[in-house]
């Protein structure tokens, strides 16, 4: 079972397998998952497979129900991939690819979303002009969450584009929340 954001199609199979006596497990798949998505966490499952000691010791925190011996680390598979060095890129090829120049120092603002940090925008804006007082010979990329979109970054956007910010939208077409 994957615990996402809401009950997951994997969930009826998952109780299936548990009333027929198959031994079932469920992946932690994210750092907050524990604390903002709890109500979704079976509690009946045998096996718990988290990221880290510390998301270890939250789940057994907020549930003091689960024994140690139910749980295993496995770190964090969807990054997995961030391994394969067959994917990886030059900075060179990279930068010319996202148009930054590979020459010059690069500092990566990554947001967040509008529910959590509505300001955010002026925020960074404020952030990056200063930054560039202080640094000298850098360029910024932003890096937009996946539930981040352009359209609330509209009236920033000049104020980027006069620093020659690069935006990276990383947002999928099909909006995250809707599957």
Same mark, same amino acid.
Request: aromatic share 8%; glycine share 4%; proline share 6%.
């Given at each position: 079972?994957?615990?996402?954001?809401r009950?997951?199609?994997d969930?009826a199979?998952?109780?299936?397998?548990?009333?027929q006596g198959i031994?079932?497990?469920?992946?932690?798949?994210?750092?907050?998952?524990?604390?903002?998505?709890?109500?979704?966490?079976?509690?009946w499952?045998?096996?718990?497979?988290t990221?880290?000691?510390?998301?270890?010791?939250?789940?057994?925190?907020l549930?003091?129900h689960?024994?140690?011996?139910?749980?295993r680390?496995?770190?964090?598979p969807?990054?997995d991939a961030?391994?394969?060095?067959?994917?990886?890129?030059?900075r060179?090829?990279?930068?010319?690819?996202v148009?930054?120049?590979?020459?010059?120092?690069?500092?990566?603002?990554?947001?967040?979303?509008?529910?959590?940090?509505p300001?955010?925008?002026?925020?960074?804006?404020?952030?990056?002009e200063?930054a560039?007082?202080?640094?000298?010979?850098?360029?910024?990329?932003?890096?937009?969450?996946? +539930?981040?979109?352009? +359209?609330?970054?509209?009236?920033?956007?000049?104020?980027?584009?006069?620093?020659g910010?690069?935006?990276?939208?990383?947002?999928?077409?099909?909006h995250?929340?809707?599957?």
């Amino acid at each position: 079972h994957s615990m996402p954001y809401r009950v997951s199609s994997d969930l009826a199979p998952l109780l299936m397998a548990q009333r027929q006596g198959i031994p079932t497990g469920t992946l932690i798949q994210s750092w907050d998952n524990l604390s903002s998505k709890t109500a979704l966490l079976p509690r009946w499952v045998d096996r718990y497979w988290t990221w880290s000691d510390v998301m270890t010791d939250e789940l057994t925190e907020l549930n003091p129900h689960i024994q140690s011996e139910q749980i295993r680390i496995v770190g964090a598979p969807q990054f997995d991939a961030h391994f394969d060095s067959s994917l990886a890129q030059s900075r060179e090829v990279y930068c010319k690819s996202v148009g930054l120049d590979p020459k010059k120092r690069t500092i990566v603002v990554a947001t967040g979303t509008q529910k959590w940090l509505p300001q955010e925008p002026a925020t960074v804006v404020q952030l990056i002009e200063k930054a560039s007082e202080v640094f000298s010979n850098v360029q910024f990329q932003l890096r937009l969450h996946p +539930k981040d979109t352009l +359209k609330r970054w509209q009236n920033s956007l000049d104020r980027l584009r006069k620093k020659g910010v690069v935006i990276k939208n990383t947002s999928p077409e099909v909006h995250m929340d809707q599957g």
